[in-house]
């Protein structure tokens, strides 16, 4: 038997068992948010626990995958319509249930989820409700207003279901200042918007569109994309790191910088991102370091991804919080996303949970021609229970490995 001291650590690290596996039988997990991370789960838990009751709960009818969506976008190459499939034909397959509701709360004490339509109760709850749109950082409160800028303007990084209306705005766009605009770190899928970037450059130079995207990044630009969007598309793109927004004036059509006032005849509007659901009204947010309100991330394991607040509560996806001094939060992406809701399955089934949410990511990072950027993110866990990262970029030509890519993962939970 291990030492108390390495059991701590094994329990901490996911290594063993947390439920015994003849408790489960019987018992319901509810899982809100019908991403990469919550079918994941979902998928899991049917398989490795077909005792269990698996609820699954989204808002919307059907998934919709942004994978890909950047070529879509703009027609690049043999780019596929994103990955959708239904929710109820999806559970019916897997052999879990599906609600389509919205929720709208959670009572912790009576272990019960709130939706517009019912109360569902659980023994387990899986939080993979993806992230929010803080319109608030833009001077933007009133509800209407919110709505008016996500339908006019959205930059469809917060919801798939906006891809379609943002290829149909870019269709129509016939020349001036395309602004787009991207959050602070930490956000969704880090690479994503400067490869639609890169390839929004591209559109404009071969259809000799008279416009110019103008690029407001609060981050530094990342460096694989810094000679295509800095020089070789140069005519086309107007750079503005470390420029953070301060306002946006939707009639006037204006993004006010800290900076600058910038006209725009069209634009992606993607404001700081925060973790979605009701979180903070579960109390399941981290705190500031003064004990009030933090970043608007969840605080739960780094290993384990169990709420700080409550063991019954587990937190995967983009909604998690920090896990590391070293590199703060694992990236916000649909592999790390699914691997999280791999482990919390094999943790509620009974099992040890195998390994950590490594992430591989495919980007095209040049165009005509096409190369691909292939970026691995590793973690590994030191003897003090300290969680380091490691990252390594591989460029290569492009050969439809993203599209490989994503069929592999699609297989698990689709």
């Known amino acids: 038997m291990p030492d108390p001291v390495r059991r701590r650590l094994l329990l901490a690290a996911g290594l063993m068992p947390l439920i015994p596996a003849a408790r489960v039988a019987g018992r319901r997990v509810v899982v809100v948010g019908g991403g990469w991370g919550g079918l994941a789960a979902a998928a899991e838990l049917r398989r490795l626990a077909p005792g269990l009751d698996v609820l699954l709960i989204d808002r919307e009818p059907a998934f919709l995958s942004f994978a890909g969506s950047n070529r879509w976008l703009v027609d690049h190459g043999a780019a596929p319509v994103p990955r959708a499939a239904d929710y109820a ?228 996806g983009d909604a998690a919080g920090i896990v590391s001094p070293q590199f703060g939060h694992y990236p916000k992406t649909g592999h790390v996303a699914a691997r999280m809701g791999e482990l919390v399955a094999r943790q509620i089934a009974g099992l040890a949970a195998d390994g950590l949410p490594d992430s591989v990511c495919h980007l095209l990072s040049g165009v005509e021609p096409d190369e691909t950027t292939r970026i691995e993110v590793g973690y590994r866990l030191r003897a003090d229970g300290f969680l380091l990262q490691t990252v390594n970029q591989r460029r290569a030509p492009y050969a439809g490995e993203d599209a490989a890519w994503a069929a592999a993962h699609y297989a698990a939970f689709l």
């Not at 749109?133 to 919801?159: I, Y």
């Not at 959050?183 to 929004?200: T, V």
């Open 89 to 316: 034909t999806l559970a019916a397959r897997r052999g879990y249930r599906f609600v389509q509701a919205e929720v709208v709360g959670i009572d912790r004490a009576a272990r019960r989820v709130l939706t517009a339509g019912g109360e569902y109760p659980y023994d387990w709850l899986v939080l993979a409700p993806g992230i929010r749109e803080d319109w608030s950082a833009w001077q933007v409160d009133d509800p209407v207003a919110v709505d008016r800028l996500r339908t006019r303007f959205s930059g469809a990084f917060a919801r798939a279901a906006d891809l379609a209306g943002l290829k149909r705005r870019l269709q129509a766009f016939a020349g001036g200042n395309l602004v787009m605009t991207l959050p602070p770190m930490p956000y969704r899928c880090p690479p994503a918007p400067y490869e639609r970037a890169l390839l929004i450059a591209w559109w404009l130079k071969t259809r000799k569109i008279p416009g110019r995207l103008v690029v407001v990044d609060p981050n530094p630009l990342m460096p694989a994309f810094r000679g295509a969007l800095l020089e070789r598309f140069r005519d086309q793109v107007t750079y503005l790191d470390h420029a953070r927004v301060r306002a946006v004036d939707p009639e006037r059509r204006v993004l006010s910088t800290d900076v600058d006032d910038i006209d725009f005849a069209e634009a992606l509007l993607c404001p700081p991102q925060r973790a979605g659901g009701p979180l903070a009204a579960a109390g399941l947010l981290r705190p500031g370091p003064d004990g009030g309100p933090g970043e608007g991330w969840a605080a739960q394991g780094a290993l384990d991804f169990r709420s700080a607040a409550d063991p019954a509560v587990f937190v995967i």
